[in-house]
């Protein structure tokens, strides 16, 4: 085993984004790194957007590859350290219509094949994360959580295996994470499948409002000066735990509160299946509840009074998102009024229609909860093997047979 500057590993460094060059005539994607459980890239399409792209050739030095590495280097929060990484699979590339490119706070890296192998790498990161080793390199001066990326990559040292151990370790918990990434694709086609499917029906509005057909409700925040309120167990959502959700199902939350938290605020705990959409500042944002849940006011809930619309109304707010940021107001952030929204009419098809589509997606929808929840034991078991790994506190074939029992 030898030591290297974490550097040393980089055969090829470049920041994100787009500047001010040629305009491109072709569309791109800006890579943005999300999630809580396991990081993931989200997709933007900027083409459209009122920006010059670069030419070409800058596009070309930025574009992602199999094998690269998306580096978070500005936008952490006081919770969570900016320094994040996902790995850039063949899957990402060849699933997308478009060159990839990072985000302008994000670097790409492209390991040097020759040094290390790439996604060996890539969880060596992790395992560094997730032990908080990227406090260290935060740079406050400005107000804004920036990642000192030049002195992390002279100083930070790493302990480098032989390739045939790195490889070993990369394959093991590589095969959770491809599970994980072919579970998120399914989850995508089917909800692309259901919005097409509801789509596909004709709708009339014809008198009927949300207010009609669903109870509307919103959330609070107990007091954040009262310890006792927070964090026993019952789970409460705040609009990140569903812009950053990669799924239809939010079956938990960042933060809990606990029952004297529950009793001091005026809205209810929703059960499960209750649709949450996000009515502040991101409007349109939506989840099916996964278990019992409270919310605080960055939402609207909707219980529909027959479940057999649950769905169906779920795909509406989907579809009609541009709809309802025309209905906000606000001066410091958009917001979209219980009171407006109850009063929106509601799209409704023929019974025969409705009862067709609810019929068609159920079984569907319980798929795709079991496999969100599927996901996070997979994304669970890498969390609790990759440190154990790259310490050398356990073997590769004892992860593999930890595998075994959850792949």
């Known amino acids: 085993m030898s030591v290297s500057t974490i550097g040393s590993l980089f055969g090829y460094v470049i920041g994100g984004g787009w500047g001010a060059e040629t305009p491109s005539d072709g569309t ?16 933007q399409d900027v083409s459209g957007l009122p920006v010059r792209f670069e030419s070409s050739t800058a596009v070309e ?19 969570r350290p900016t320094g994040r990484s996902v790995f850039v699979s063949h899957m990402m590339i060849e699933s997308s219509p478009a060159p990839i490119i990072p985000a302008s ?38 107000g804004i959580s920036n990642f000192r990326f030049k002195v992390f990559e002279r100083e930070y040292s790493v302990d480098l295996p032989d390739v045939g151990a790195q490889q070993a370790v ?43 057909v669903a109870d509307v409700g919103g959330g609070a925040t107990p007091s954040t000066k009262k310890p006792e309120f927070w964090g026993k167990g019952i789970a409460w959502a705040t609009p990140t735990d569903i812009t950053g959700l990669d799924g239809i199902w939010l079956d938990r939350t960042d933060r809990t509160i606990s029952p004297a938290g529950m009793a001091s605020i005026s809205s209810p705990l929703y059960p499960t299946g ?43 707010l989907l579809d009609r998102v541009d709809e309802f940021k025309a209905w906000a107001n606000g001066a410091t952030f958009l917001e979209l009024p219980k009171k407006i929204f109850r009063r929106l009419p ?30 996070h034991r997979l994304a669970a078991t890498r969390d609790e093997l990759l440190p154990l790994l790259m310490s050398g506190k356990i073997t590769v074939k004892d992860a593999e047979k930890t595998i075994e029992e959850v792949v």
């Open 28 to 43: 791109i994607q800006t890579a943005i790194i999300r999630g809580a459980d396991f990081p993931s890239v989200a997709l």
């Open 61 to 79: 030095k930025r574009a992602l590859r199999p094998g690269d590495i998306v580096f978070e280097i500005s936008g952490g929060t006081k919770d």
């Open 105 to 142: 706070f994000c670097r790409l890296i492209r390991p040097d094949p020759t040094r290390v192998e790439p996604r060996w790498l890539y969880y060596r990161l992790q395992a560094w994360w997730n032990d908080g080793g990227a406090w260290e390199y935060q740079n406050q001066s400005t």
């Open 170 to 212: 990369s394959e093991v918990l590589g095969a959770l994470d491809d599970k994980i990434a072919m579970n998120r694709t399914w989850l995508l086609l089917v909800s692309q499948l259901l919005i097409a499917k509801y789509r596909s029906y004709a709708k009339s509005r014809d008198g009927a409002t949300f207010g009609d």
């Open 274 to 316: 209750s649709i949450a959409m996000t009515s502040r500042a991101t409007i349109g944002a939506c989840a099916l509840l996964g278990e019992p849940m409270a919310v605080n006011q960055g939402f609207i809930v909707l219980q529909p009074k027959d479940q057999t619309l649950q769905l169906w109304l779920y795909y509406q």
């Open 346 to 375: 509601v799209e409704l098809g023929s019974e025969a229609d409705m009862d067709e589509f609810a019929a068609f997606a159920t079984p569907l929808m319980d798929r795709v909860h079991a496999l969100q929840l599927e996901n």
